[in-house]
């Protein structure tokens, strides 16, 4: 590895979403993810040169999202989990669906994808890998299941994380930091913290959940397939609750018993499962209007289950659509919150029921951001995957050279 590393950024720099990163050194040319924006319509990362091998930190659609088309003509080496390359396979299926029936464009085809799904070469945490005079070292980014930080050294010490967690959930471990010379880190939470810790966040959760219920209500819960419906179907495992489970987070959930290594508990997850009813059909998503509580995709409420279950249930004060992720600007849950409504395929409609937000993220908040990036001890940050940098700069110039660039300017470090 050259003491000079090029940086370059063809998406998600400074935004979260479409994220990919070039990184050129002694003219071998890595790829670190390569996502898109699932929004409507979608918005895609720059074309990518020819690369030399890719990294693909995690499933997400916005960082595993175009990496089909980078197959389109070559087979390149993705160095991802396995479980990760299963997922991403469902998740790019999906998206051609989506694709499909919102009208747009496909942006590769099921060639695409199974020659993607080929490239996968199986890395696991803990394990190294040698590329040419660049030693390579996997580790678990406790986002979600099957994620990874990737280690490069070589004349320098680089580090790519990826979207990362310090906390442990239901699911996975928190990560550690990792001694750097060049750290490259996300940056979803600058500027905000988690209000609370993880287990006083799940008590006033499920006193939520319980007070909905008391009240003759039902209790709506929009999650992400991937990670958040099986972490929040674990925190109600207990309640003895009439639940059901609608969307791909079934299959999800199936694939994640199969690769039970990257579990944090897989008995725990199993236990959760068996407790739940899952729609197969619209029979079940009938009988599903009957439960106490509804899990659903999608995350963000842009399509998927989750609106005819608000359509059906959004009049009713008495019910409360339970928010917890990230919502992204220009999303159908961010329009929620802000304006208290829902496009329903082009129509926007009042919501009466209650709606509130539980900060269930998956993401470093600010402080375990800067917290971790100090313990890694760098010279140099690249910050990435973020629309508030400038909040997570000035806390790290103490102790760091920060680097903030856009998309398609390349930075020599």
Known sequence: MDDDLQIHFLGGSNKVGSLAMLLKTKGTQFLFDYGMTPSKPPEFPLPAPPVDTMFLSHSHLDHSGMTPLLCEHDSIPL????????????????????????????????????????????????????????????????????????????????????????????????????????????????GRNHPKPRKELEKDFKDKVDEVISRGGKVILPAFAVSRSQELAMVLRKMGLNIWYDGMGRKVSKIFLKHAKFLRNPGELKKALNQMNFV???????????????????????????????????????????????????????????????????????????VEYFDFSGHAGHNQL???????????????????????????????????????EPITV
């Open 370 to 408: 800067v917290d971790f990036a100090k313990k890694c001890n760098p010279e140099k940050i690249i910050l990435m995957h973020s629309d508030a940098r400038e909040a997570l700069k000035t806390p790290l110039q103490e102790f760091a050279e920060v680097y903030t660039p856009q998309d398609d």
């Open 280 to 354: 197969h059909s619209d029979h079940g998503r009938k009988l599903a209007l009957n439960a106490d509580v509804i899990i659903t995709s999608s995350g963000m409420m842009d399509g998927g289950p989750v609106l005819h279950y608000m359509n059906k249930l959004k009049d009713d004060p008495k019910n409360a659509v339970l928010l917890t992720g990230y919502q992204v600007e220009g999303t159908n849950s961010h329009l929620l919150v802000e304006e208290g409504r829902l496009d329903f395929y082009g129509v926007k409609e009042k919501v009466a029921c209650e």
């Open 79 to 190: 160095l991802t989990t396995d479980l990760t390359g299963v997922i991403s396979n469902l998740m790019h299926k999906d998206s051609i669906k989506i694709a499909r029936s919102e009208g747009y464009a496909k942006p590769y085809d099921n060639g695409d994808i199974k020659r993607a799904k080929q490239s996968v070469t199986p890395v696991k945490p803990g394990q190294k890998k040698q590329i040419d005079d660049i030693l390579v070292r996997f580790h678990s980014a406790g986002h979600i299941p099957g994620s990874l930080m990737f280690e490069l050294v070589g004349s320098k010490r680089f580090l790519f994380t990826g979207d990362f967690n310090t906390i442990d959930t239901h699911l996975v471990k928190g990560t550690k930091p990792v001694k750097c010379d060049v750290l490259c880190m996300e940056g979803t939470y600058a």
